[in-house]
């Protein structure tokens, strides 16, 4: 598996740690990254991340034999639809979106081929972002979930697992539909419980808001953690898949209204039960080698956004 020529849409902890992982495993050529800001291009060629970064993405997939989309998932389309004047038909496109289906409807009208599109998804990052979190181990023993759409070419499938392959992650496929309703349990509503809870100690008074700060057990940091994520690409995801997000919000929401029933009418049985079941859950999700593995954060006079 070798990618002569990559070319890599944004240029973040994702699409970051894919270059650093893919260079370290030789899997690629040269790789061209594009990204708007000054700032964030010099970095990424400062950490080795490209071999030359540019500004236009039409100039970035300009005889690229893949072409990966890191951006928002609010922004693809417009990528998408920059980037077609100079990218080639047998080129493969795939991106690291955390919702897929809206992000296929935004992104393959645009493409010469609909067939060499493969959506994809790593189901891996922290709390950082930019190209300064990145790093090249992020994707070992993790799942990454490709989508292809019904007329997707298998080779451009194989091609694109291969890439994942060699970074370390275990391929999973399924439909774009079926992926927006497992990342909406797993990854969203999370995300959006811990906005929530962050969102609520804001509104609290001075006094209290401080000593949350300063007696933060954890529990709260650790569930908290993901509230620090990048407040642009989540509110993409939570427009971008609200029909699945609002059905498995309204569930949790029902669940949390009968625990609160069990909490004020003291029924310690029923708050047992529930917290032995979650327990084995926990457990599950550990032996599937999907728990969370810290990673030190980015140097604070390195961070950019």
């Known amino acids: 598996m070798r990618i002569e020529r990559l070319a890599l849409i944004g240029i973040g902890l994702i699409i970051g740690s894919l270059a650093l992982a893919l260079r370290k495993a030789g899997a690629v050529g040269e790789i061209v990254a594009c990204a708007r800001g000054d700032a964030t291009r010099a970095r990424a060629l400062e950490r080795g991340l490209c071999d030359r970064a540019v500004a236009d993405p039409a100039e970035a997939v300009d005889g690229a034999e893949l072409v990966v989309l890191g951006v928002p998932p609010g922004a693809c389309g417009d990528v998408a639809r920059a980037m077609r004047r100079r990218l ?141 994520s990048d407040p642009t690409m989540w509110r993409d995801v939570f427009l971008n898949n609200r029909e699945a997000v609002l059905e498995m919000l309204g569930r949790f929401t029902e669940d949390l209204v009968a625990l609160q029933r069990a909490i004020r009418w003291g029924e310690g049985e029923k708050l047992f039960e529930l917290f032995t079941r979650t327990r084995a859950i926990r457990r599950g999700v550990i032996e599937a080698g999907q728990a969370y593995q810290r990673q030190p954060a980015p140097p604070a006079s390195n961070a950019r956004p």
Request: aromatic share 6%.
């Open 88 to 228: 080639s038909a047998e080129a493969i496109v795939s991106d690291v979106g955390s919702v897929k289906a809206q992000i296929v409807r935004d992104v393959a009208p645009h493409l010469p081929d609909r067939r060499r599109f493969v959506p994809g998804h790593p189901v891996a990052g922290t709390e950082h972002s930019g190209p300064d979190a990145a790093f090249d181990s992020l994707f070992q023993n993790r799942r990454c979930i490709l989508t292809p759409i019904e007329d997707t070419d298998a080779a451009a499938v194989v091609r694109v697992r291969a890439m994942w392959e060699a970074v370390g992650a275990r391929v999973d496929t399924m439909t774009p539909e079926h992926h927006d309703r497992v990342l909406a349990i797993t990854s969203h509503l999370p995300h959006l419980i811990a906005y929530t809870i962050v969102g609520t100690v804001a509104d609290l008074e001075d006094e209290a808001r401080t000593e949350v700060f300063k007696y933060a057990a954890g529990g709260f940091t650790d569930f908290t953690r993901i509230a620090a």
